[in-house]
């Protein structure tokens, strides 16, 4: 059924256009690179806390440009990957949060997108897009009502809980990376790895099976990346690395707990060792990028899925609590965590390099969205951008002429809150009625509501927001009621007092 409709895609695609477009002749490789759970602060290059380490990446920024407003799409891994991945926001799917997993088998993802352009696509870590735990309305669409826990409603989901082959793996495997457009995958989280291709760079041999593959679950991240990379260095790729860090459980290696013998609470020195990790495998990236001559002609976006979890009380939370929400990581200087529409929660570190195309050093304040890459990975290759994608194409704003990426409006709804960003004005409306405007190029951004002062503005706000909202699914602003938690959020917070 997938590719049924794939095909009809492209095929409705070739008669409108009239004749397929050709792939570059010097297309450039692709890499994104999805951090899990890390907030701003804990990219050094902002300079918001001391105690960060990241010079690779912070080289990454000194290379090529700098996003002091990145936005994700959603303060939640699942439904922010979806609008990653699609170039659209999530709800016009029908995806607004985790239990609508899994992201729908007729989504046009950017692997088959860059596939159809002459590309390799690989992916490499967390893929967080097929059925979960949550997933009961998918589980009863596919009868599978017996797997449902009825003492505490759940369906065990692969994300959660590996299966052997039985009827809930069976169904699962329809939405794995290989069913999504990926020709290369090295798909798992910790351990357990869904693979057709070795950390050695060799071809697996069907049947595809779940292995055991040994060590620190970052470090195996950034193997199976170089082995791609190794095995696909002559021919144009697109490679999607999700690494499962400084996402809880939290877990590191003396090697690189030992980078920060400061005194500091022990969730954040396991959650900056692991973002140090991170920053290792993207310098040893670069280094294979430069020794092949590819480096130049290789885009790298890096960002995150959303904003730190703080669960408010950071440095309450022992460290031995395994499932605690709090990874170490930091969202200064801004307000909220994961789950907010704050920026805290949507507002997440975010650069963009392209040696051979953007001028290094740029610094760019005017917001971006994680949904302009893939408009802009398709322009790189050549490609028509589709009119159903949200995002823009970045390149002509970041090449080596000039910075000229344009104000625009972004939106977001998740849960029961609604929130849009035009220029530096900012309106949140919570589905209990309650709405702020705030002013972020102000030092004090979403820590002062300015709606009394400026009724105007907010209202002219409110009407784009309601506006937009009608377009998704399901419609309307206030689609969903506010639960226990957001509210918990914005009275810790007061964001909209």
């Given at each position: ?46 300079g ?19 996003c ?14 979806v ?20 992201m ?22 967390k ?37 052997d ?21 090295f ?5 357990q ?16 099976k ?15 990346a ?92 022992p ?28 507002r997440?570190p ?52 000039a ?39 102000t ?5 002062k509501n300015?709606?009394?002062?400026y009724p ?42």
């Amino acid at each position: 059924m997938k590719r049924i409709l794939q095909n009809l895609f492209f095929l409705v695609g070739i008669i409108t256009a009239g004749v397929a477009q050709e792939r570059k002749a010097d297309a450039p490789n692709v890499i994104v690179i999805l951090m899990d759970d890390m907030g701003y602060a804990d990219l050094g290059i902002y300079g918001q806390e001391k105690d960060t380490n990241t010079p690779y990446l912070d080289q990454l920024a000194l290379d090529g440009v700098l996003c002091t407003a990145g936005y994700i799409t959603a303060p939640q891994c699942a439904p922010s990957r979806v609008g990653l991945l699609t170039g659209k926001h999530q709800q016009r799917a029908g995806f607004d949060a985790i239990p609508d997993l899994p992201m729908g088998l007729d989504q046009v993802t950017i692997a088959e997108r860059m596939k159809e352009a002459g590309y390799v696509t690989g992916m490499v870590g967390k893929w967080h897009l097929c059925p979960g735990h949550w997933s009961i309305p998918w589980a009863y669409e596919n009868e599978l009502d017996e797997h449902i826990s009825k003492e505490y409603p759940r369906f065990p989901g692969q994300e959660f809980l590996l299966t052997d082959d039985g009827p809930v793996e069976e169904k699962l495997r329809d939405y794995y990376p290989s069913q999504q457009g990926f020709d290369e995958y090295f798909y798992g989280r910790s351990q357990q790895y869904w693979r057709n291709f070795s950390l050695t760079g060799k071809t697996l041999g069907t049947p595809i099976k779940w292995e055991r593959e040994e060590g620190f679950r970052t470090d195996i991240k950034t193997e199976a990346a170089l082995s791609f990379i190794e095995r696909n260095k002559t021919n144009p790729f697109f490679l999607y690395l999700a690494y499962y860090a400084p996402h809880t459980p939290l877990e590191s290696t003396p090697e690189y707990l030992e980078r920060f013998p400061e005194e500091m609470v022990e969730r954040r020195r396991y959650g900056l060792s692991m973002i140090s990790a991170v920053d290792d495998g993207v310098g040893k990236i670069r280094k294979l990028l430069q020794e092949n001559g590819i480096d130049e002609n290789t885009i790298i976006f890096f960002l995150s899925d959303n904003g730190a979890p703080l669960d408010m009380t950071m440095a309450d939370e022992p460290f031995n609590k395994r499932f605690a929400v709090w990874d170490g990581s930091k969202n200064t200087p801004w307000i909220g965590e994961k789950g907010m529409l704050s920026e805290g929660g949507i507002r997440v570190p975010f650069v963009v390099s392209w040696p051979g195309t953007f001028k290094g050093g740029q610094v760019c304040n005017q917001p971006v969205s994680a949904l302009d890459i893939m408009p802009t990975a398709l322009a790189a290759a050549g490609q028509n951008i589709p009119e159903e994608l949200d995002g823009v194409d970045l390149i002509p704003s970041f090449s080596k002429k000039a910075n000229t990426l344009q104000n625009r409006d972004l939106f977001w709804r998740f849960w029961g809150q609604g929130a849009m960003r035009r220029d530096n004005w900012k309106y949140v409306h919570l589905s209990d009625g309650r709405n702020a405007l705030f002013d972020l190029s102000t030092d004090a951004h979403e820590a002062k509501n300015l709606i009394d002062k400026y009724p105007e503005k907010a209202a002219q706000l409110q009407i784009a927001l309601k506006e937009w909202s009608n377009e998704l699914t399901p419609r309307g602003l206030n689609a969903t009621p506010l639960i226990e938690k957001e509210q918990t959020w914005y009275n810790f917070y007061q964001l909209l007092e």
